[in-house]
């Protein structure tokens, strides 16, 4: 009976470790892990029935066309996930997120269009993931920045048309990547790629076949070709534009900056308004061709060719303005804060309110002056003569605004 009762014992402690569905064939390795081999069965749906110690589960070769959040329920222990050559095309939020143990995920060969990409946050012991031959057509950002494990990356052979910069960032472990078959569009919004390229120790597989798409003028060319000269970066410098002779107004004083940007792709002009009150930003022009203003924000005028007018310049409009030259490349701003000063000698009331100017002091500001983007931290005040109310001689109001002179001052680290 002793020996019957051992053998009982026995089948009761292994029974639970080798629980396998009718369709897989379980067994222990030599190393202890328990294999779950679901391979070439025809199968549809991710099978029940398997053991929560199941460490190598190979699924490859089926129909499975959807991916459930608790497809992987039953396998929480997982470390290698086989799932290639399926026809998954739907994958829930949530499917991959408790696998935390794992180690490597094949999904190569299947129809994913769209991934969770917020499950592999909680796989920060990732190191194999090959997501080859599906139909990706883009990634985010940081799909892939908790995956500090991560040393072979496998992307070739989907629909990526272009790779925000930074994908790879944060990825210390990563030796091997591939990204080759892509129907690249070599704007200048993959010319990160290439620098990036010429940077790293990380081997990139069959990198002559990175090739572009489009444009026309490079296509059949490799991504590590795109020439430097056809994308360079924002530069940008802002200018005061004004009227030096005494000038009769009768609306009041206007305000007119002028943004001069260069680049390749030429840069997109945004500015940025902070003042006392508000924040404001406008992403382009609000003054049509016709005179029209688009947007609601009609006090900031802006135009086409880079300028910026502010009618009826008034004390609440005092603070920064800041100019945005924006491509594919990158991004520059330069800014000048914006003072209005209310007494018959504005020298006074700049030296009053600002202490550091005493040293530097007036300097005159002409029309088209520059105003230096170098000077990071340093603040520029435009100090402006306030109109002197007079008599006309038929009895009315005109404002007399001197706009001759402006007063410069650099306070460092404002």
């Not at 009761?12 to 569905?21: E, H």
């Not at 091997?176 to 129907?183: A, D, R, T, V």
Request: proline share 5%; glycine share 8%.
């Amino acid at each position: 009976m002793r020996p019957l009762f051992c053998c009982l014992g026995l089948a009761t402690l292994l029974g639970p470790c080798l629980a396998c569905p009718s369709t897989c064939f379980c067994s222990i390795k030599k190393n202890g892990r328990l294999l779950a081999e679901c391979a070439y069965k025809d199968l549809q749906v991710v099978p029940q029935g398997l053991s929560s110690n199941v460490t190598i589960l190979t699924l490859s070769a089926n129909r499975i066309s959807w991916l459930g959040q608790g497809s992987f329920a039953e396998v929480p222990e997982v470390q290698s996930l086989w799932l290639g050559y399926n026809q998954i095309g739907m994958v829930e939020p949530g499917a991959f997120a408790l696998l935390v143990h794992l180690k490597n995920l094949d999904l190569s060969h299947n129809k994913i269009i769209d991934f969770p990409w917020q499950d592999l946050r909680n796989l920060s012991g990732l190191q194999i993931l090959k997501m080859n031959n599906n139909r990706l057509a883009g990634l985010p950002r940081d799909a892939f920045h908790s995956l500090k494990d991560l040393r072979s990356l496998w992307l070739n052979d989907n629909e990526l048309t272009t790779l925000a910069e930074g994908t790879f960032d944060n990825l210390p472990s990563l030796s091997q990547l591939q990204i080759f078959n892509n129907p690249f569009n070599c704007s200048c919004k993959v010319f990160w790629l290439k620098k990036w390229t010429e940077n790293t120790s990380v081997s990139i597989t069959k990198g002559g076949s990175t090739l572009c798409v489009a444009p026309s003028r490079l296509k059949g060319r490799a991504v590590t070709d795109i020439p430097n000269h056809h994308c360079v970066a924002p530069s940008v410098q802002l200018t005061y534009l004004s009227n030096l002779d005494n000038t009769i107004m009768y609306d009041g004083l206007t305000l007119t900056l002028h943004c001069s940007v260069a680049g390749s792709p030429l840069p997109e002009i945004r500015w940025r308004i902070q003042t006392s009150g508000r924040r404001v930003e406008i992403n382009g022009p609000n003054v049509a061709r016709d005179g029209n203003v688009k947007q609601s924000q009609e006090h900031f005028l802006v135009f086409k060719n880079g300028t910026m007018a502010i009618p009826n310049f008034s004390k609440e409009d005092e603070g920064i303005y800041t100019c945005l030259a924006v491509n594919d490349v990158g991004m520059r701003d330069v800014s000048v804060n914006v003072a209005l000063a209310g007494s018959e000698n504005p020298a006074e009331d700049l030296l009053r309110d600002d202490p550091q100017a005493s040293h530097l002091g007036g300097q005159s500001c002409y029309k088209g002056d520059e105003m230096d983007p170098a000077g990071i931290g340093e603040k520029l005040v435009i100090v402006y003569h306030m109109p002197r109310e007079t008599k006309s001689g038929a009895g009315g109001v005109v404002r007399h605004v001197h706009l001759g002179t402006l007063l410069l001052a650099l306070s460092i680290g404002l």
